[in-house]
């Protein structure tokens, strides 16, 4: 089932804060977040496994809650660049396979 | 490092043609996944191939079809287009086949079908 995202669309000013939120009702393995701009592939940002471990290279963080199958994205002092739409995948134990949120609109103005 | 490879780019295709897609994964990456994108349904997973065998497959009727080949490259086939096919299909290749290090997705190709 897919997940659940919230909030679909947001709009900040740059150095503003932002929380994006991916919610499941199925077990997880692994939460998966991807930024895609307009015209372009999605890129991934972080992963975070169950257990706690977390994987990412940007700076950009996150957190799982496992009880609740949740997971938020936190963007700090937002940039221009931030700009795009968010998705979070996931993937339940063995899956070999991300079922994709709908996504999250992020506008950043100057 | 080249990234994922995706050809061709654009496609306009008539009802009722069939189409084949490529992907090139990045060198080293043996698992290759597909999806459709469209802004109504957003990413939806058609299937995935590891070392040369499907090991997944998504909710889409049998007129989607793949392979994957012995150098990782994969295809993916739909025949008897549907104007509902018109979307943006993207690749994704993974390390090993596990998602423990994210997707790397090409640029896709995006579909019209008339």
């Known amino acids: 089932q897919q997940p659940v995202q919230s909030p679909q669309a947001v709009i900040l000013r740059e150095g503003e804060d932002a929380v994006i939120n991916c919610s499941s009702s199925?077990?997880?393995?692994?939460v998966h977040w991807y930024r895609q701009k307009h015209g372009e592939a999605p890129v991934f940002l972080m992963i975070?496994?169950?257990?706690?471990e977390q994987k990412g290279h940007e700076k950009i963080s996150a957190s799982f809650n496992e009880k609740k199958q949740q997971s938020s994205l936190y963007l700090t002092a937002s940039q221009l660049s931030y700009s795009g739409t968010y998705f979070c995948?996931?993937?339940?134990?063995?899956?070999?396979?991300?079922?994709f949120g709908q996504g999250t609109r992020l506008t950043i103005n100057p | 490092k080249a990234g994922v490879t995706q050809t061709p780019r654009y496609l306009i295709k008539t009802r009722g043609q069939q189409v084949t897609l490529s992907c090139s994964p990045i060198?080293?990456?043996?698992?290759v996944s597909w999806y459709q994108q469209t802004p109504g349904q957003g990413l939806q997973f058609l299937f995935e191939?590891?070392?040369?065998?499907?090991?997944n497959k998504g909710n889409f009727p049998g007129r989607f079809s793949g392979r994957q080949f012995s150098n990782s490259r994969s295809e993916m086939n739909v025949s008897t287009l549907e104007l509902g096919d018109s979307a943006l299909y993207l690749c994704?290749?993974?390390?090993?086949?596990?998602?423990?290090?994210?997707?790397?997705f090409g640029s896709g190709t995006r579909l019209t079908v008339v």
């Open positions: 994704a290749s993974s390390l090993v086949g596990s998602l423990d290090y994210g997707y790397t």
């Open positions: 199925k077990a997880l393995y692994s």
């Open positions: 975070l496994l169950k257990g706690g």
């Open positions: 995948g996931t993937e339940g134990s063995g899956a070999q396979k991300l079922v």
């Open positions: 060198s080293g990456h043996r698992s």
């Open positions: 191939y590891f070392s040369e065998t499907q090991r």
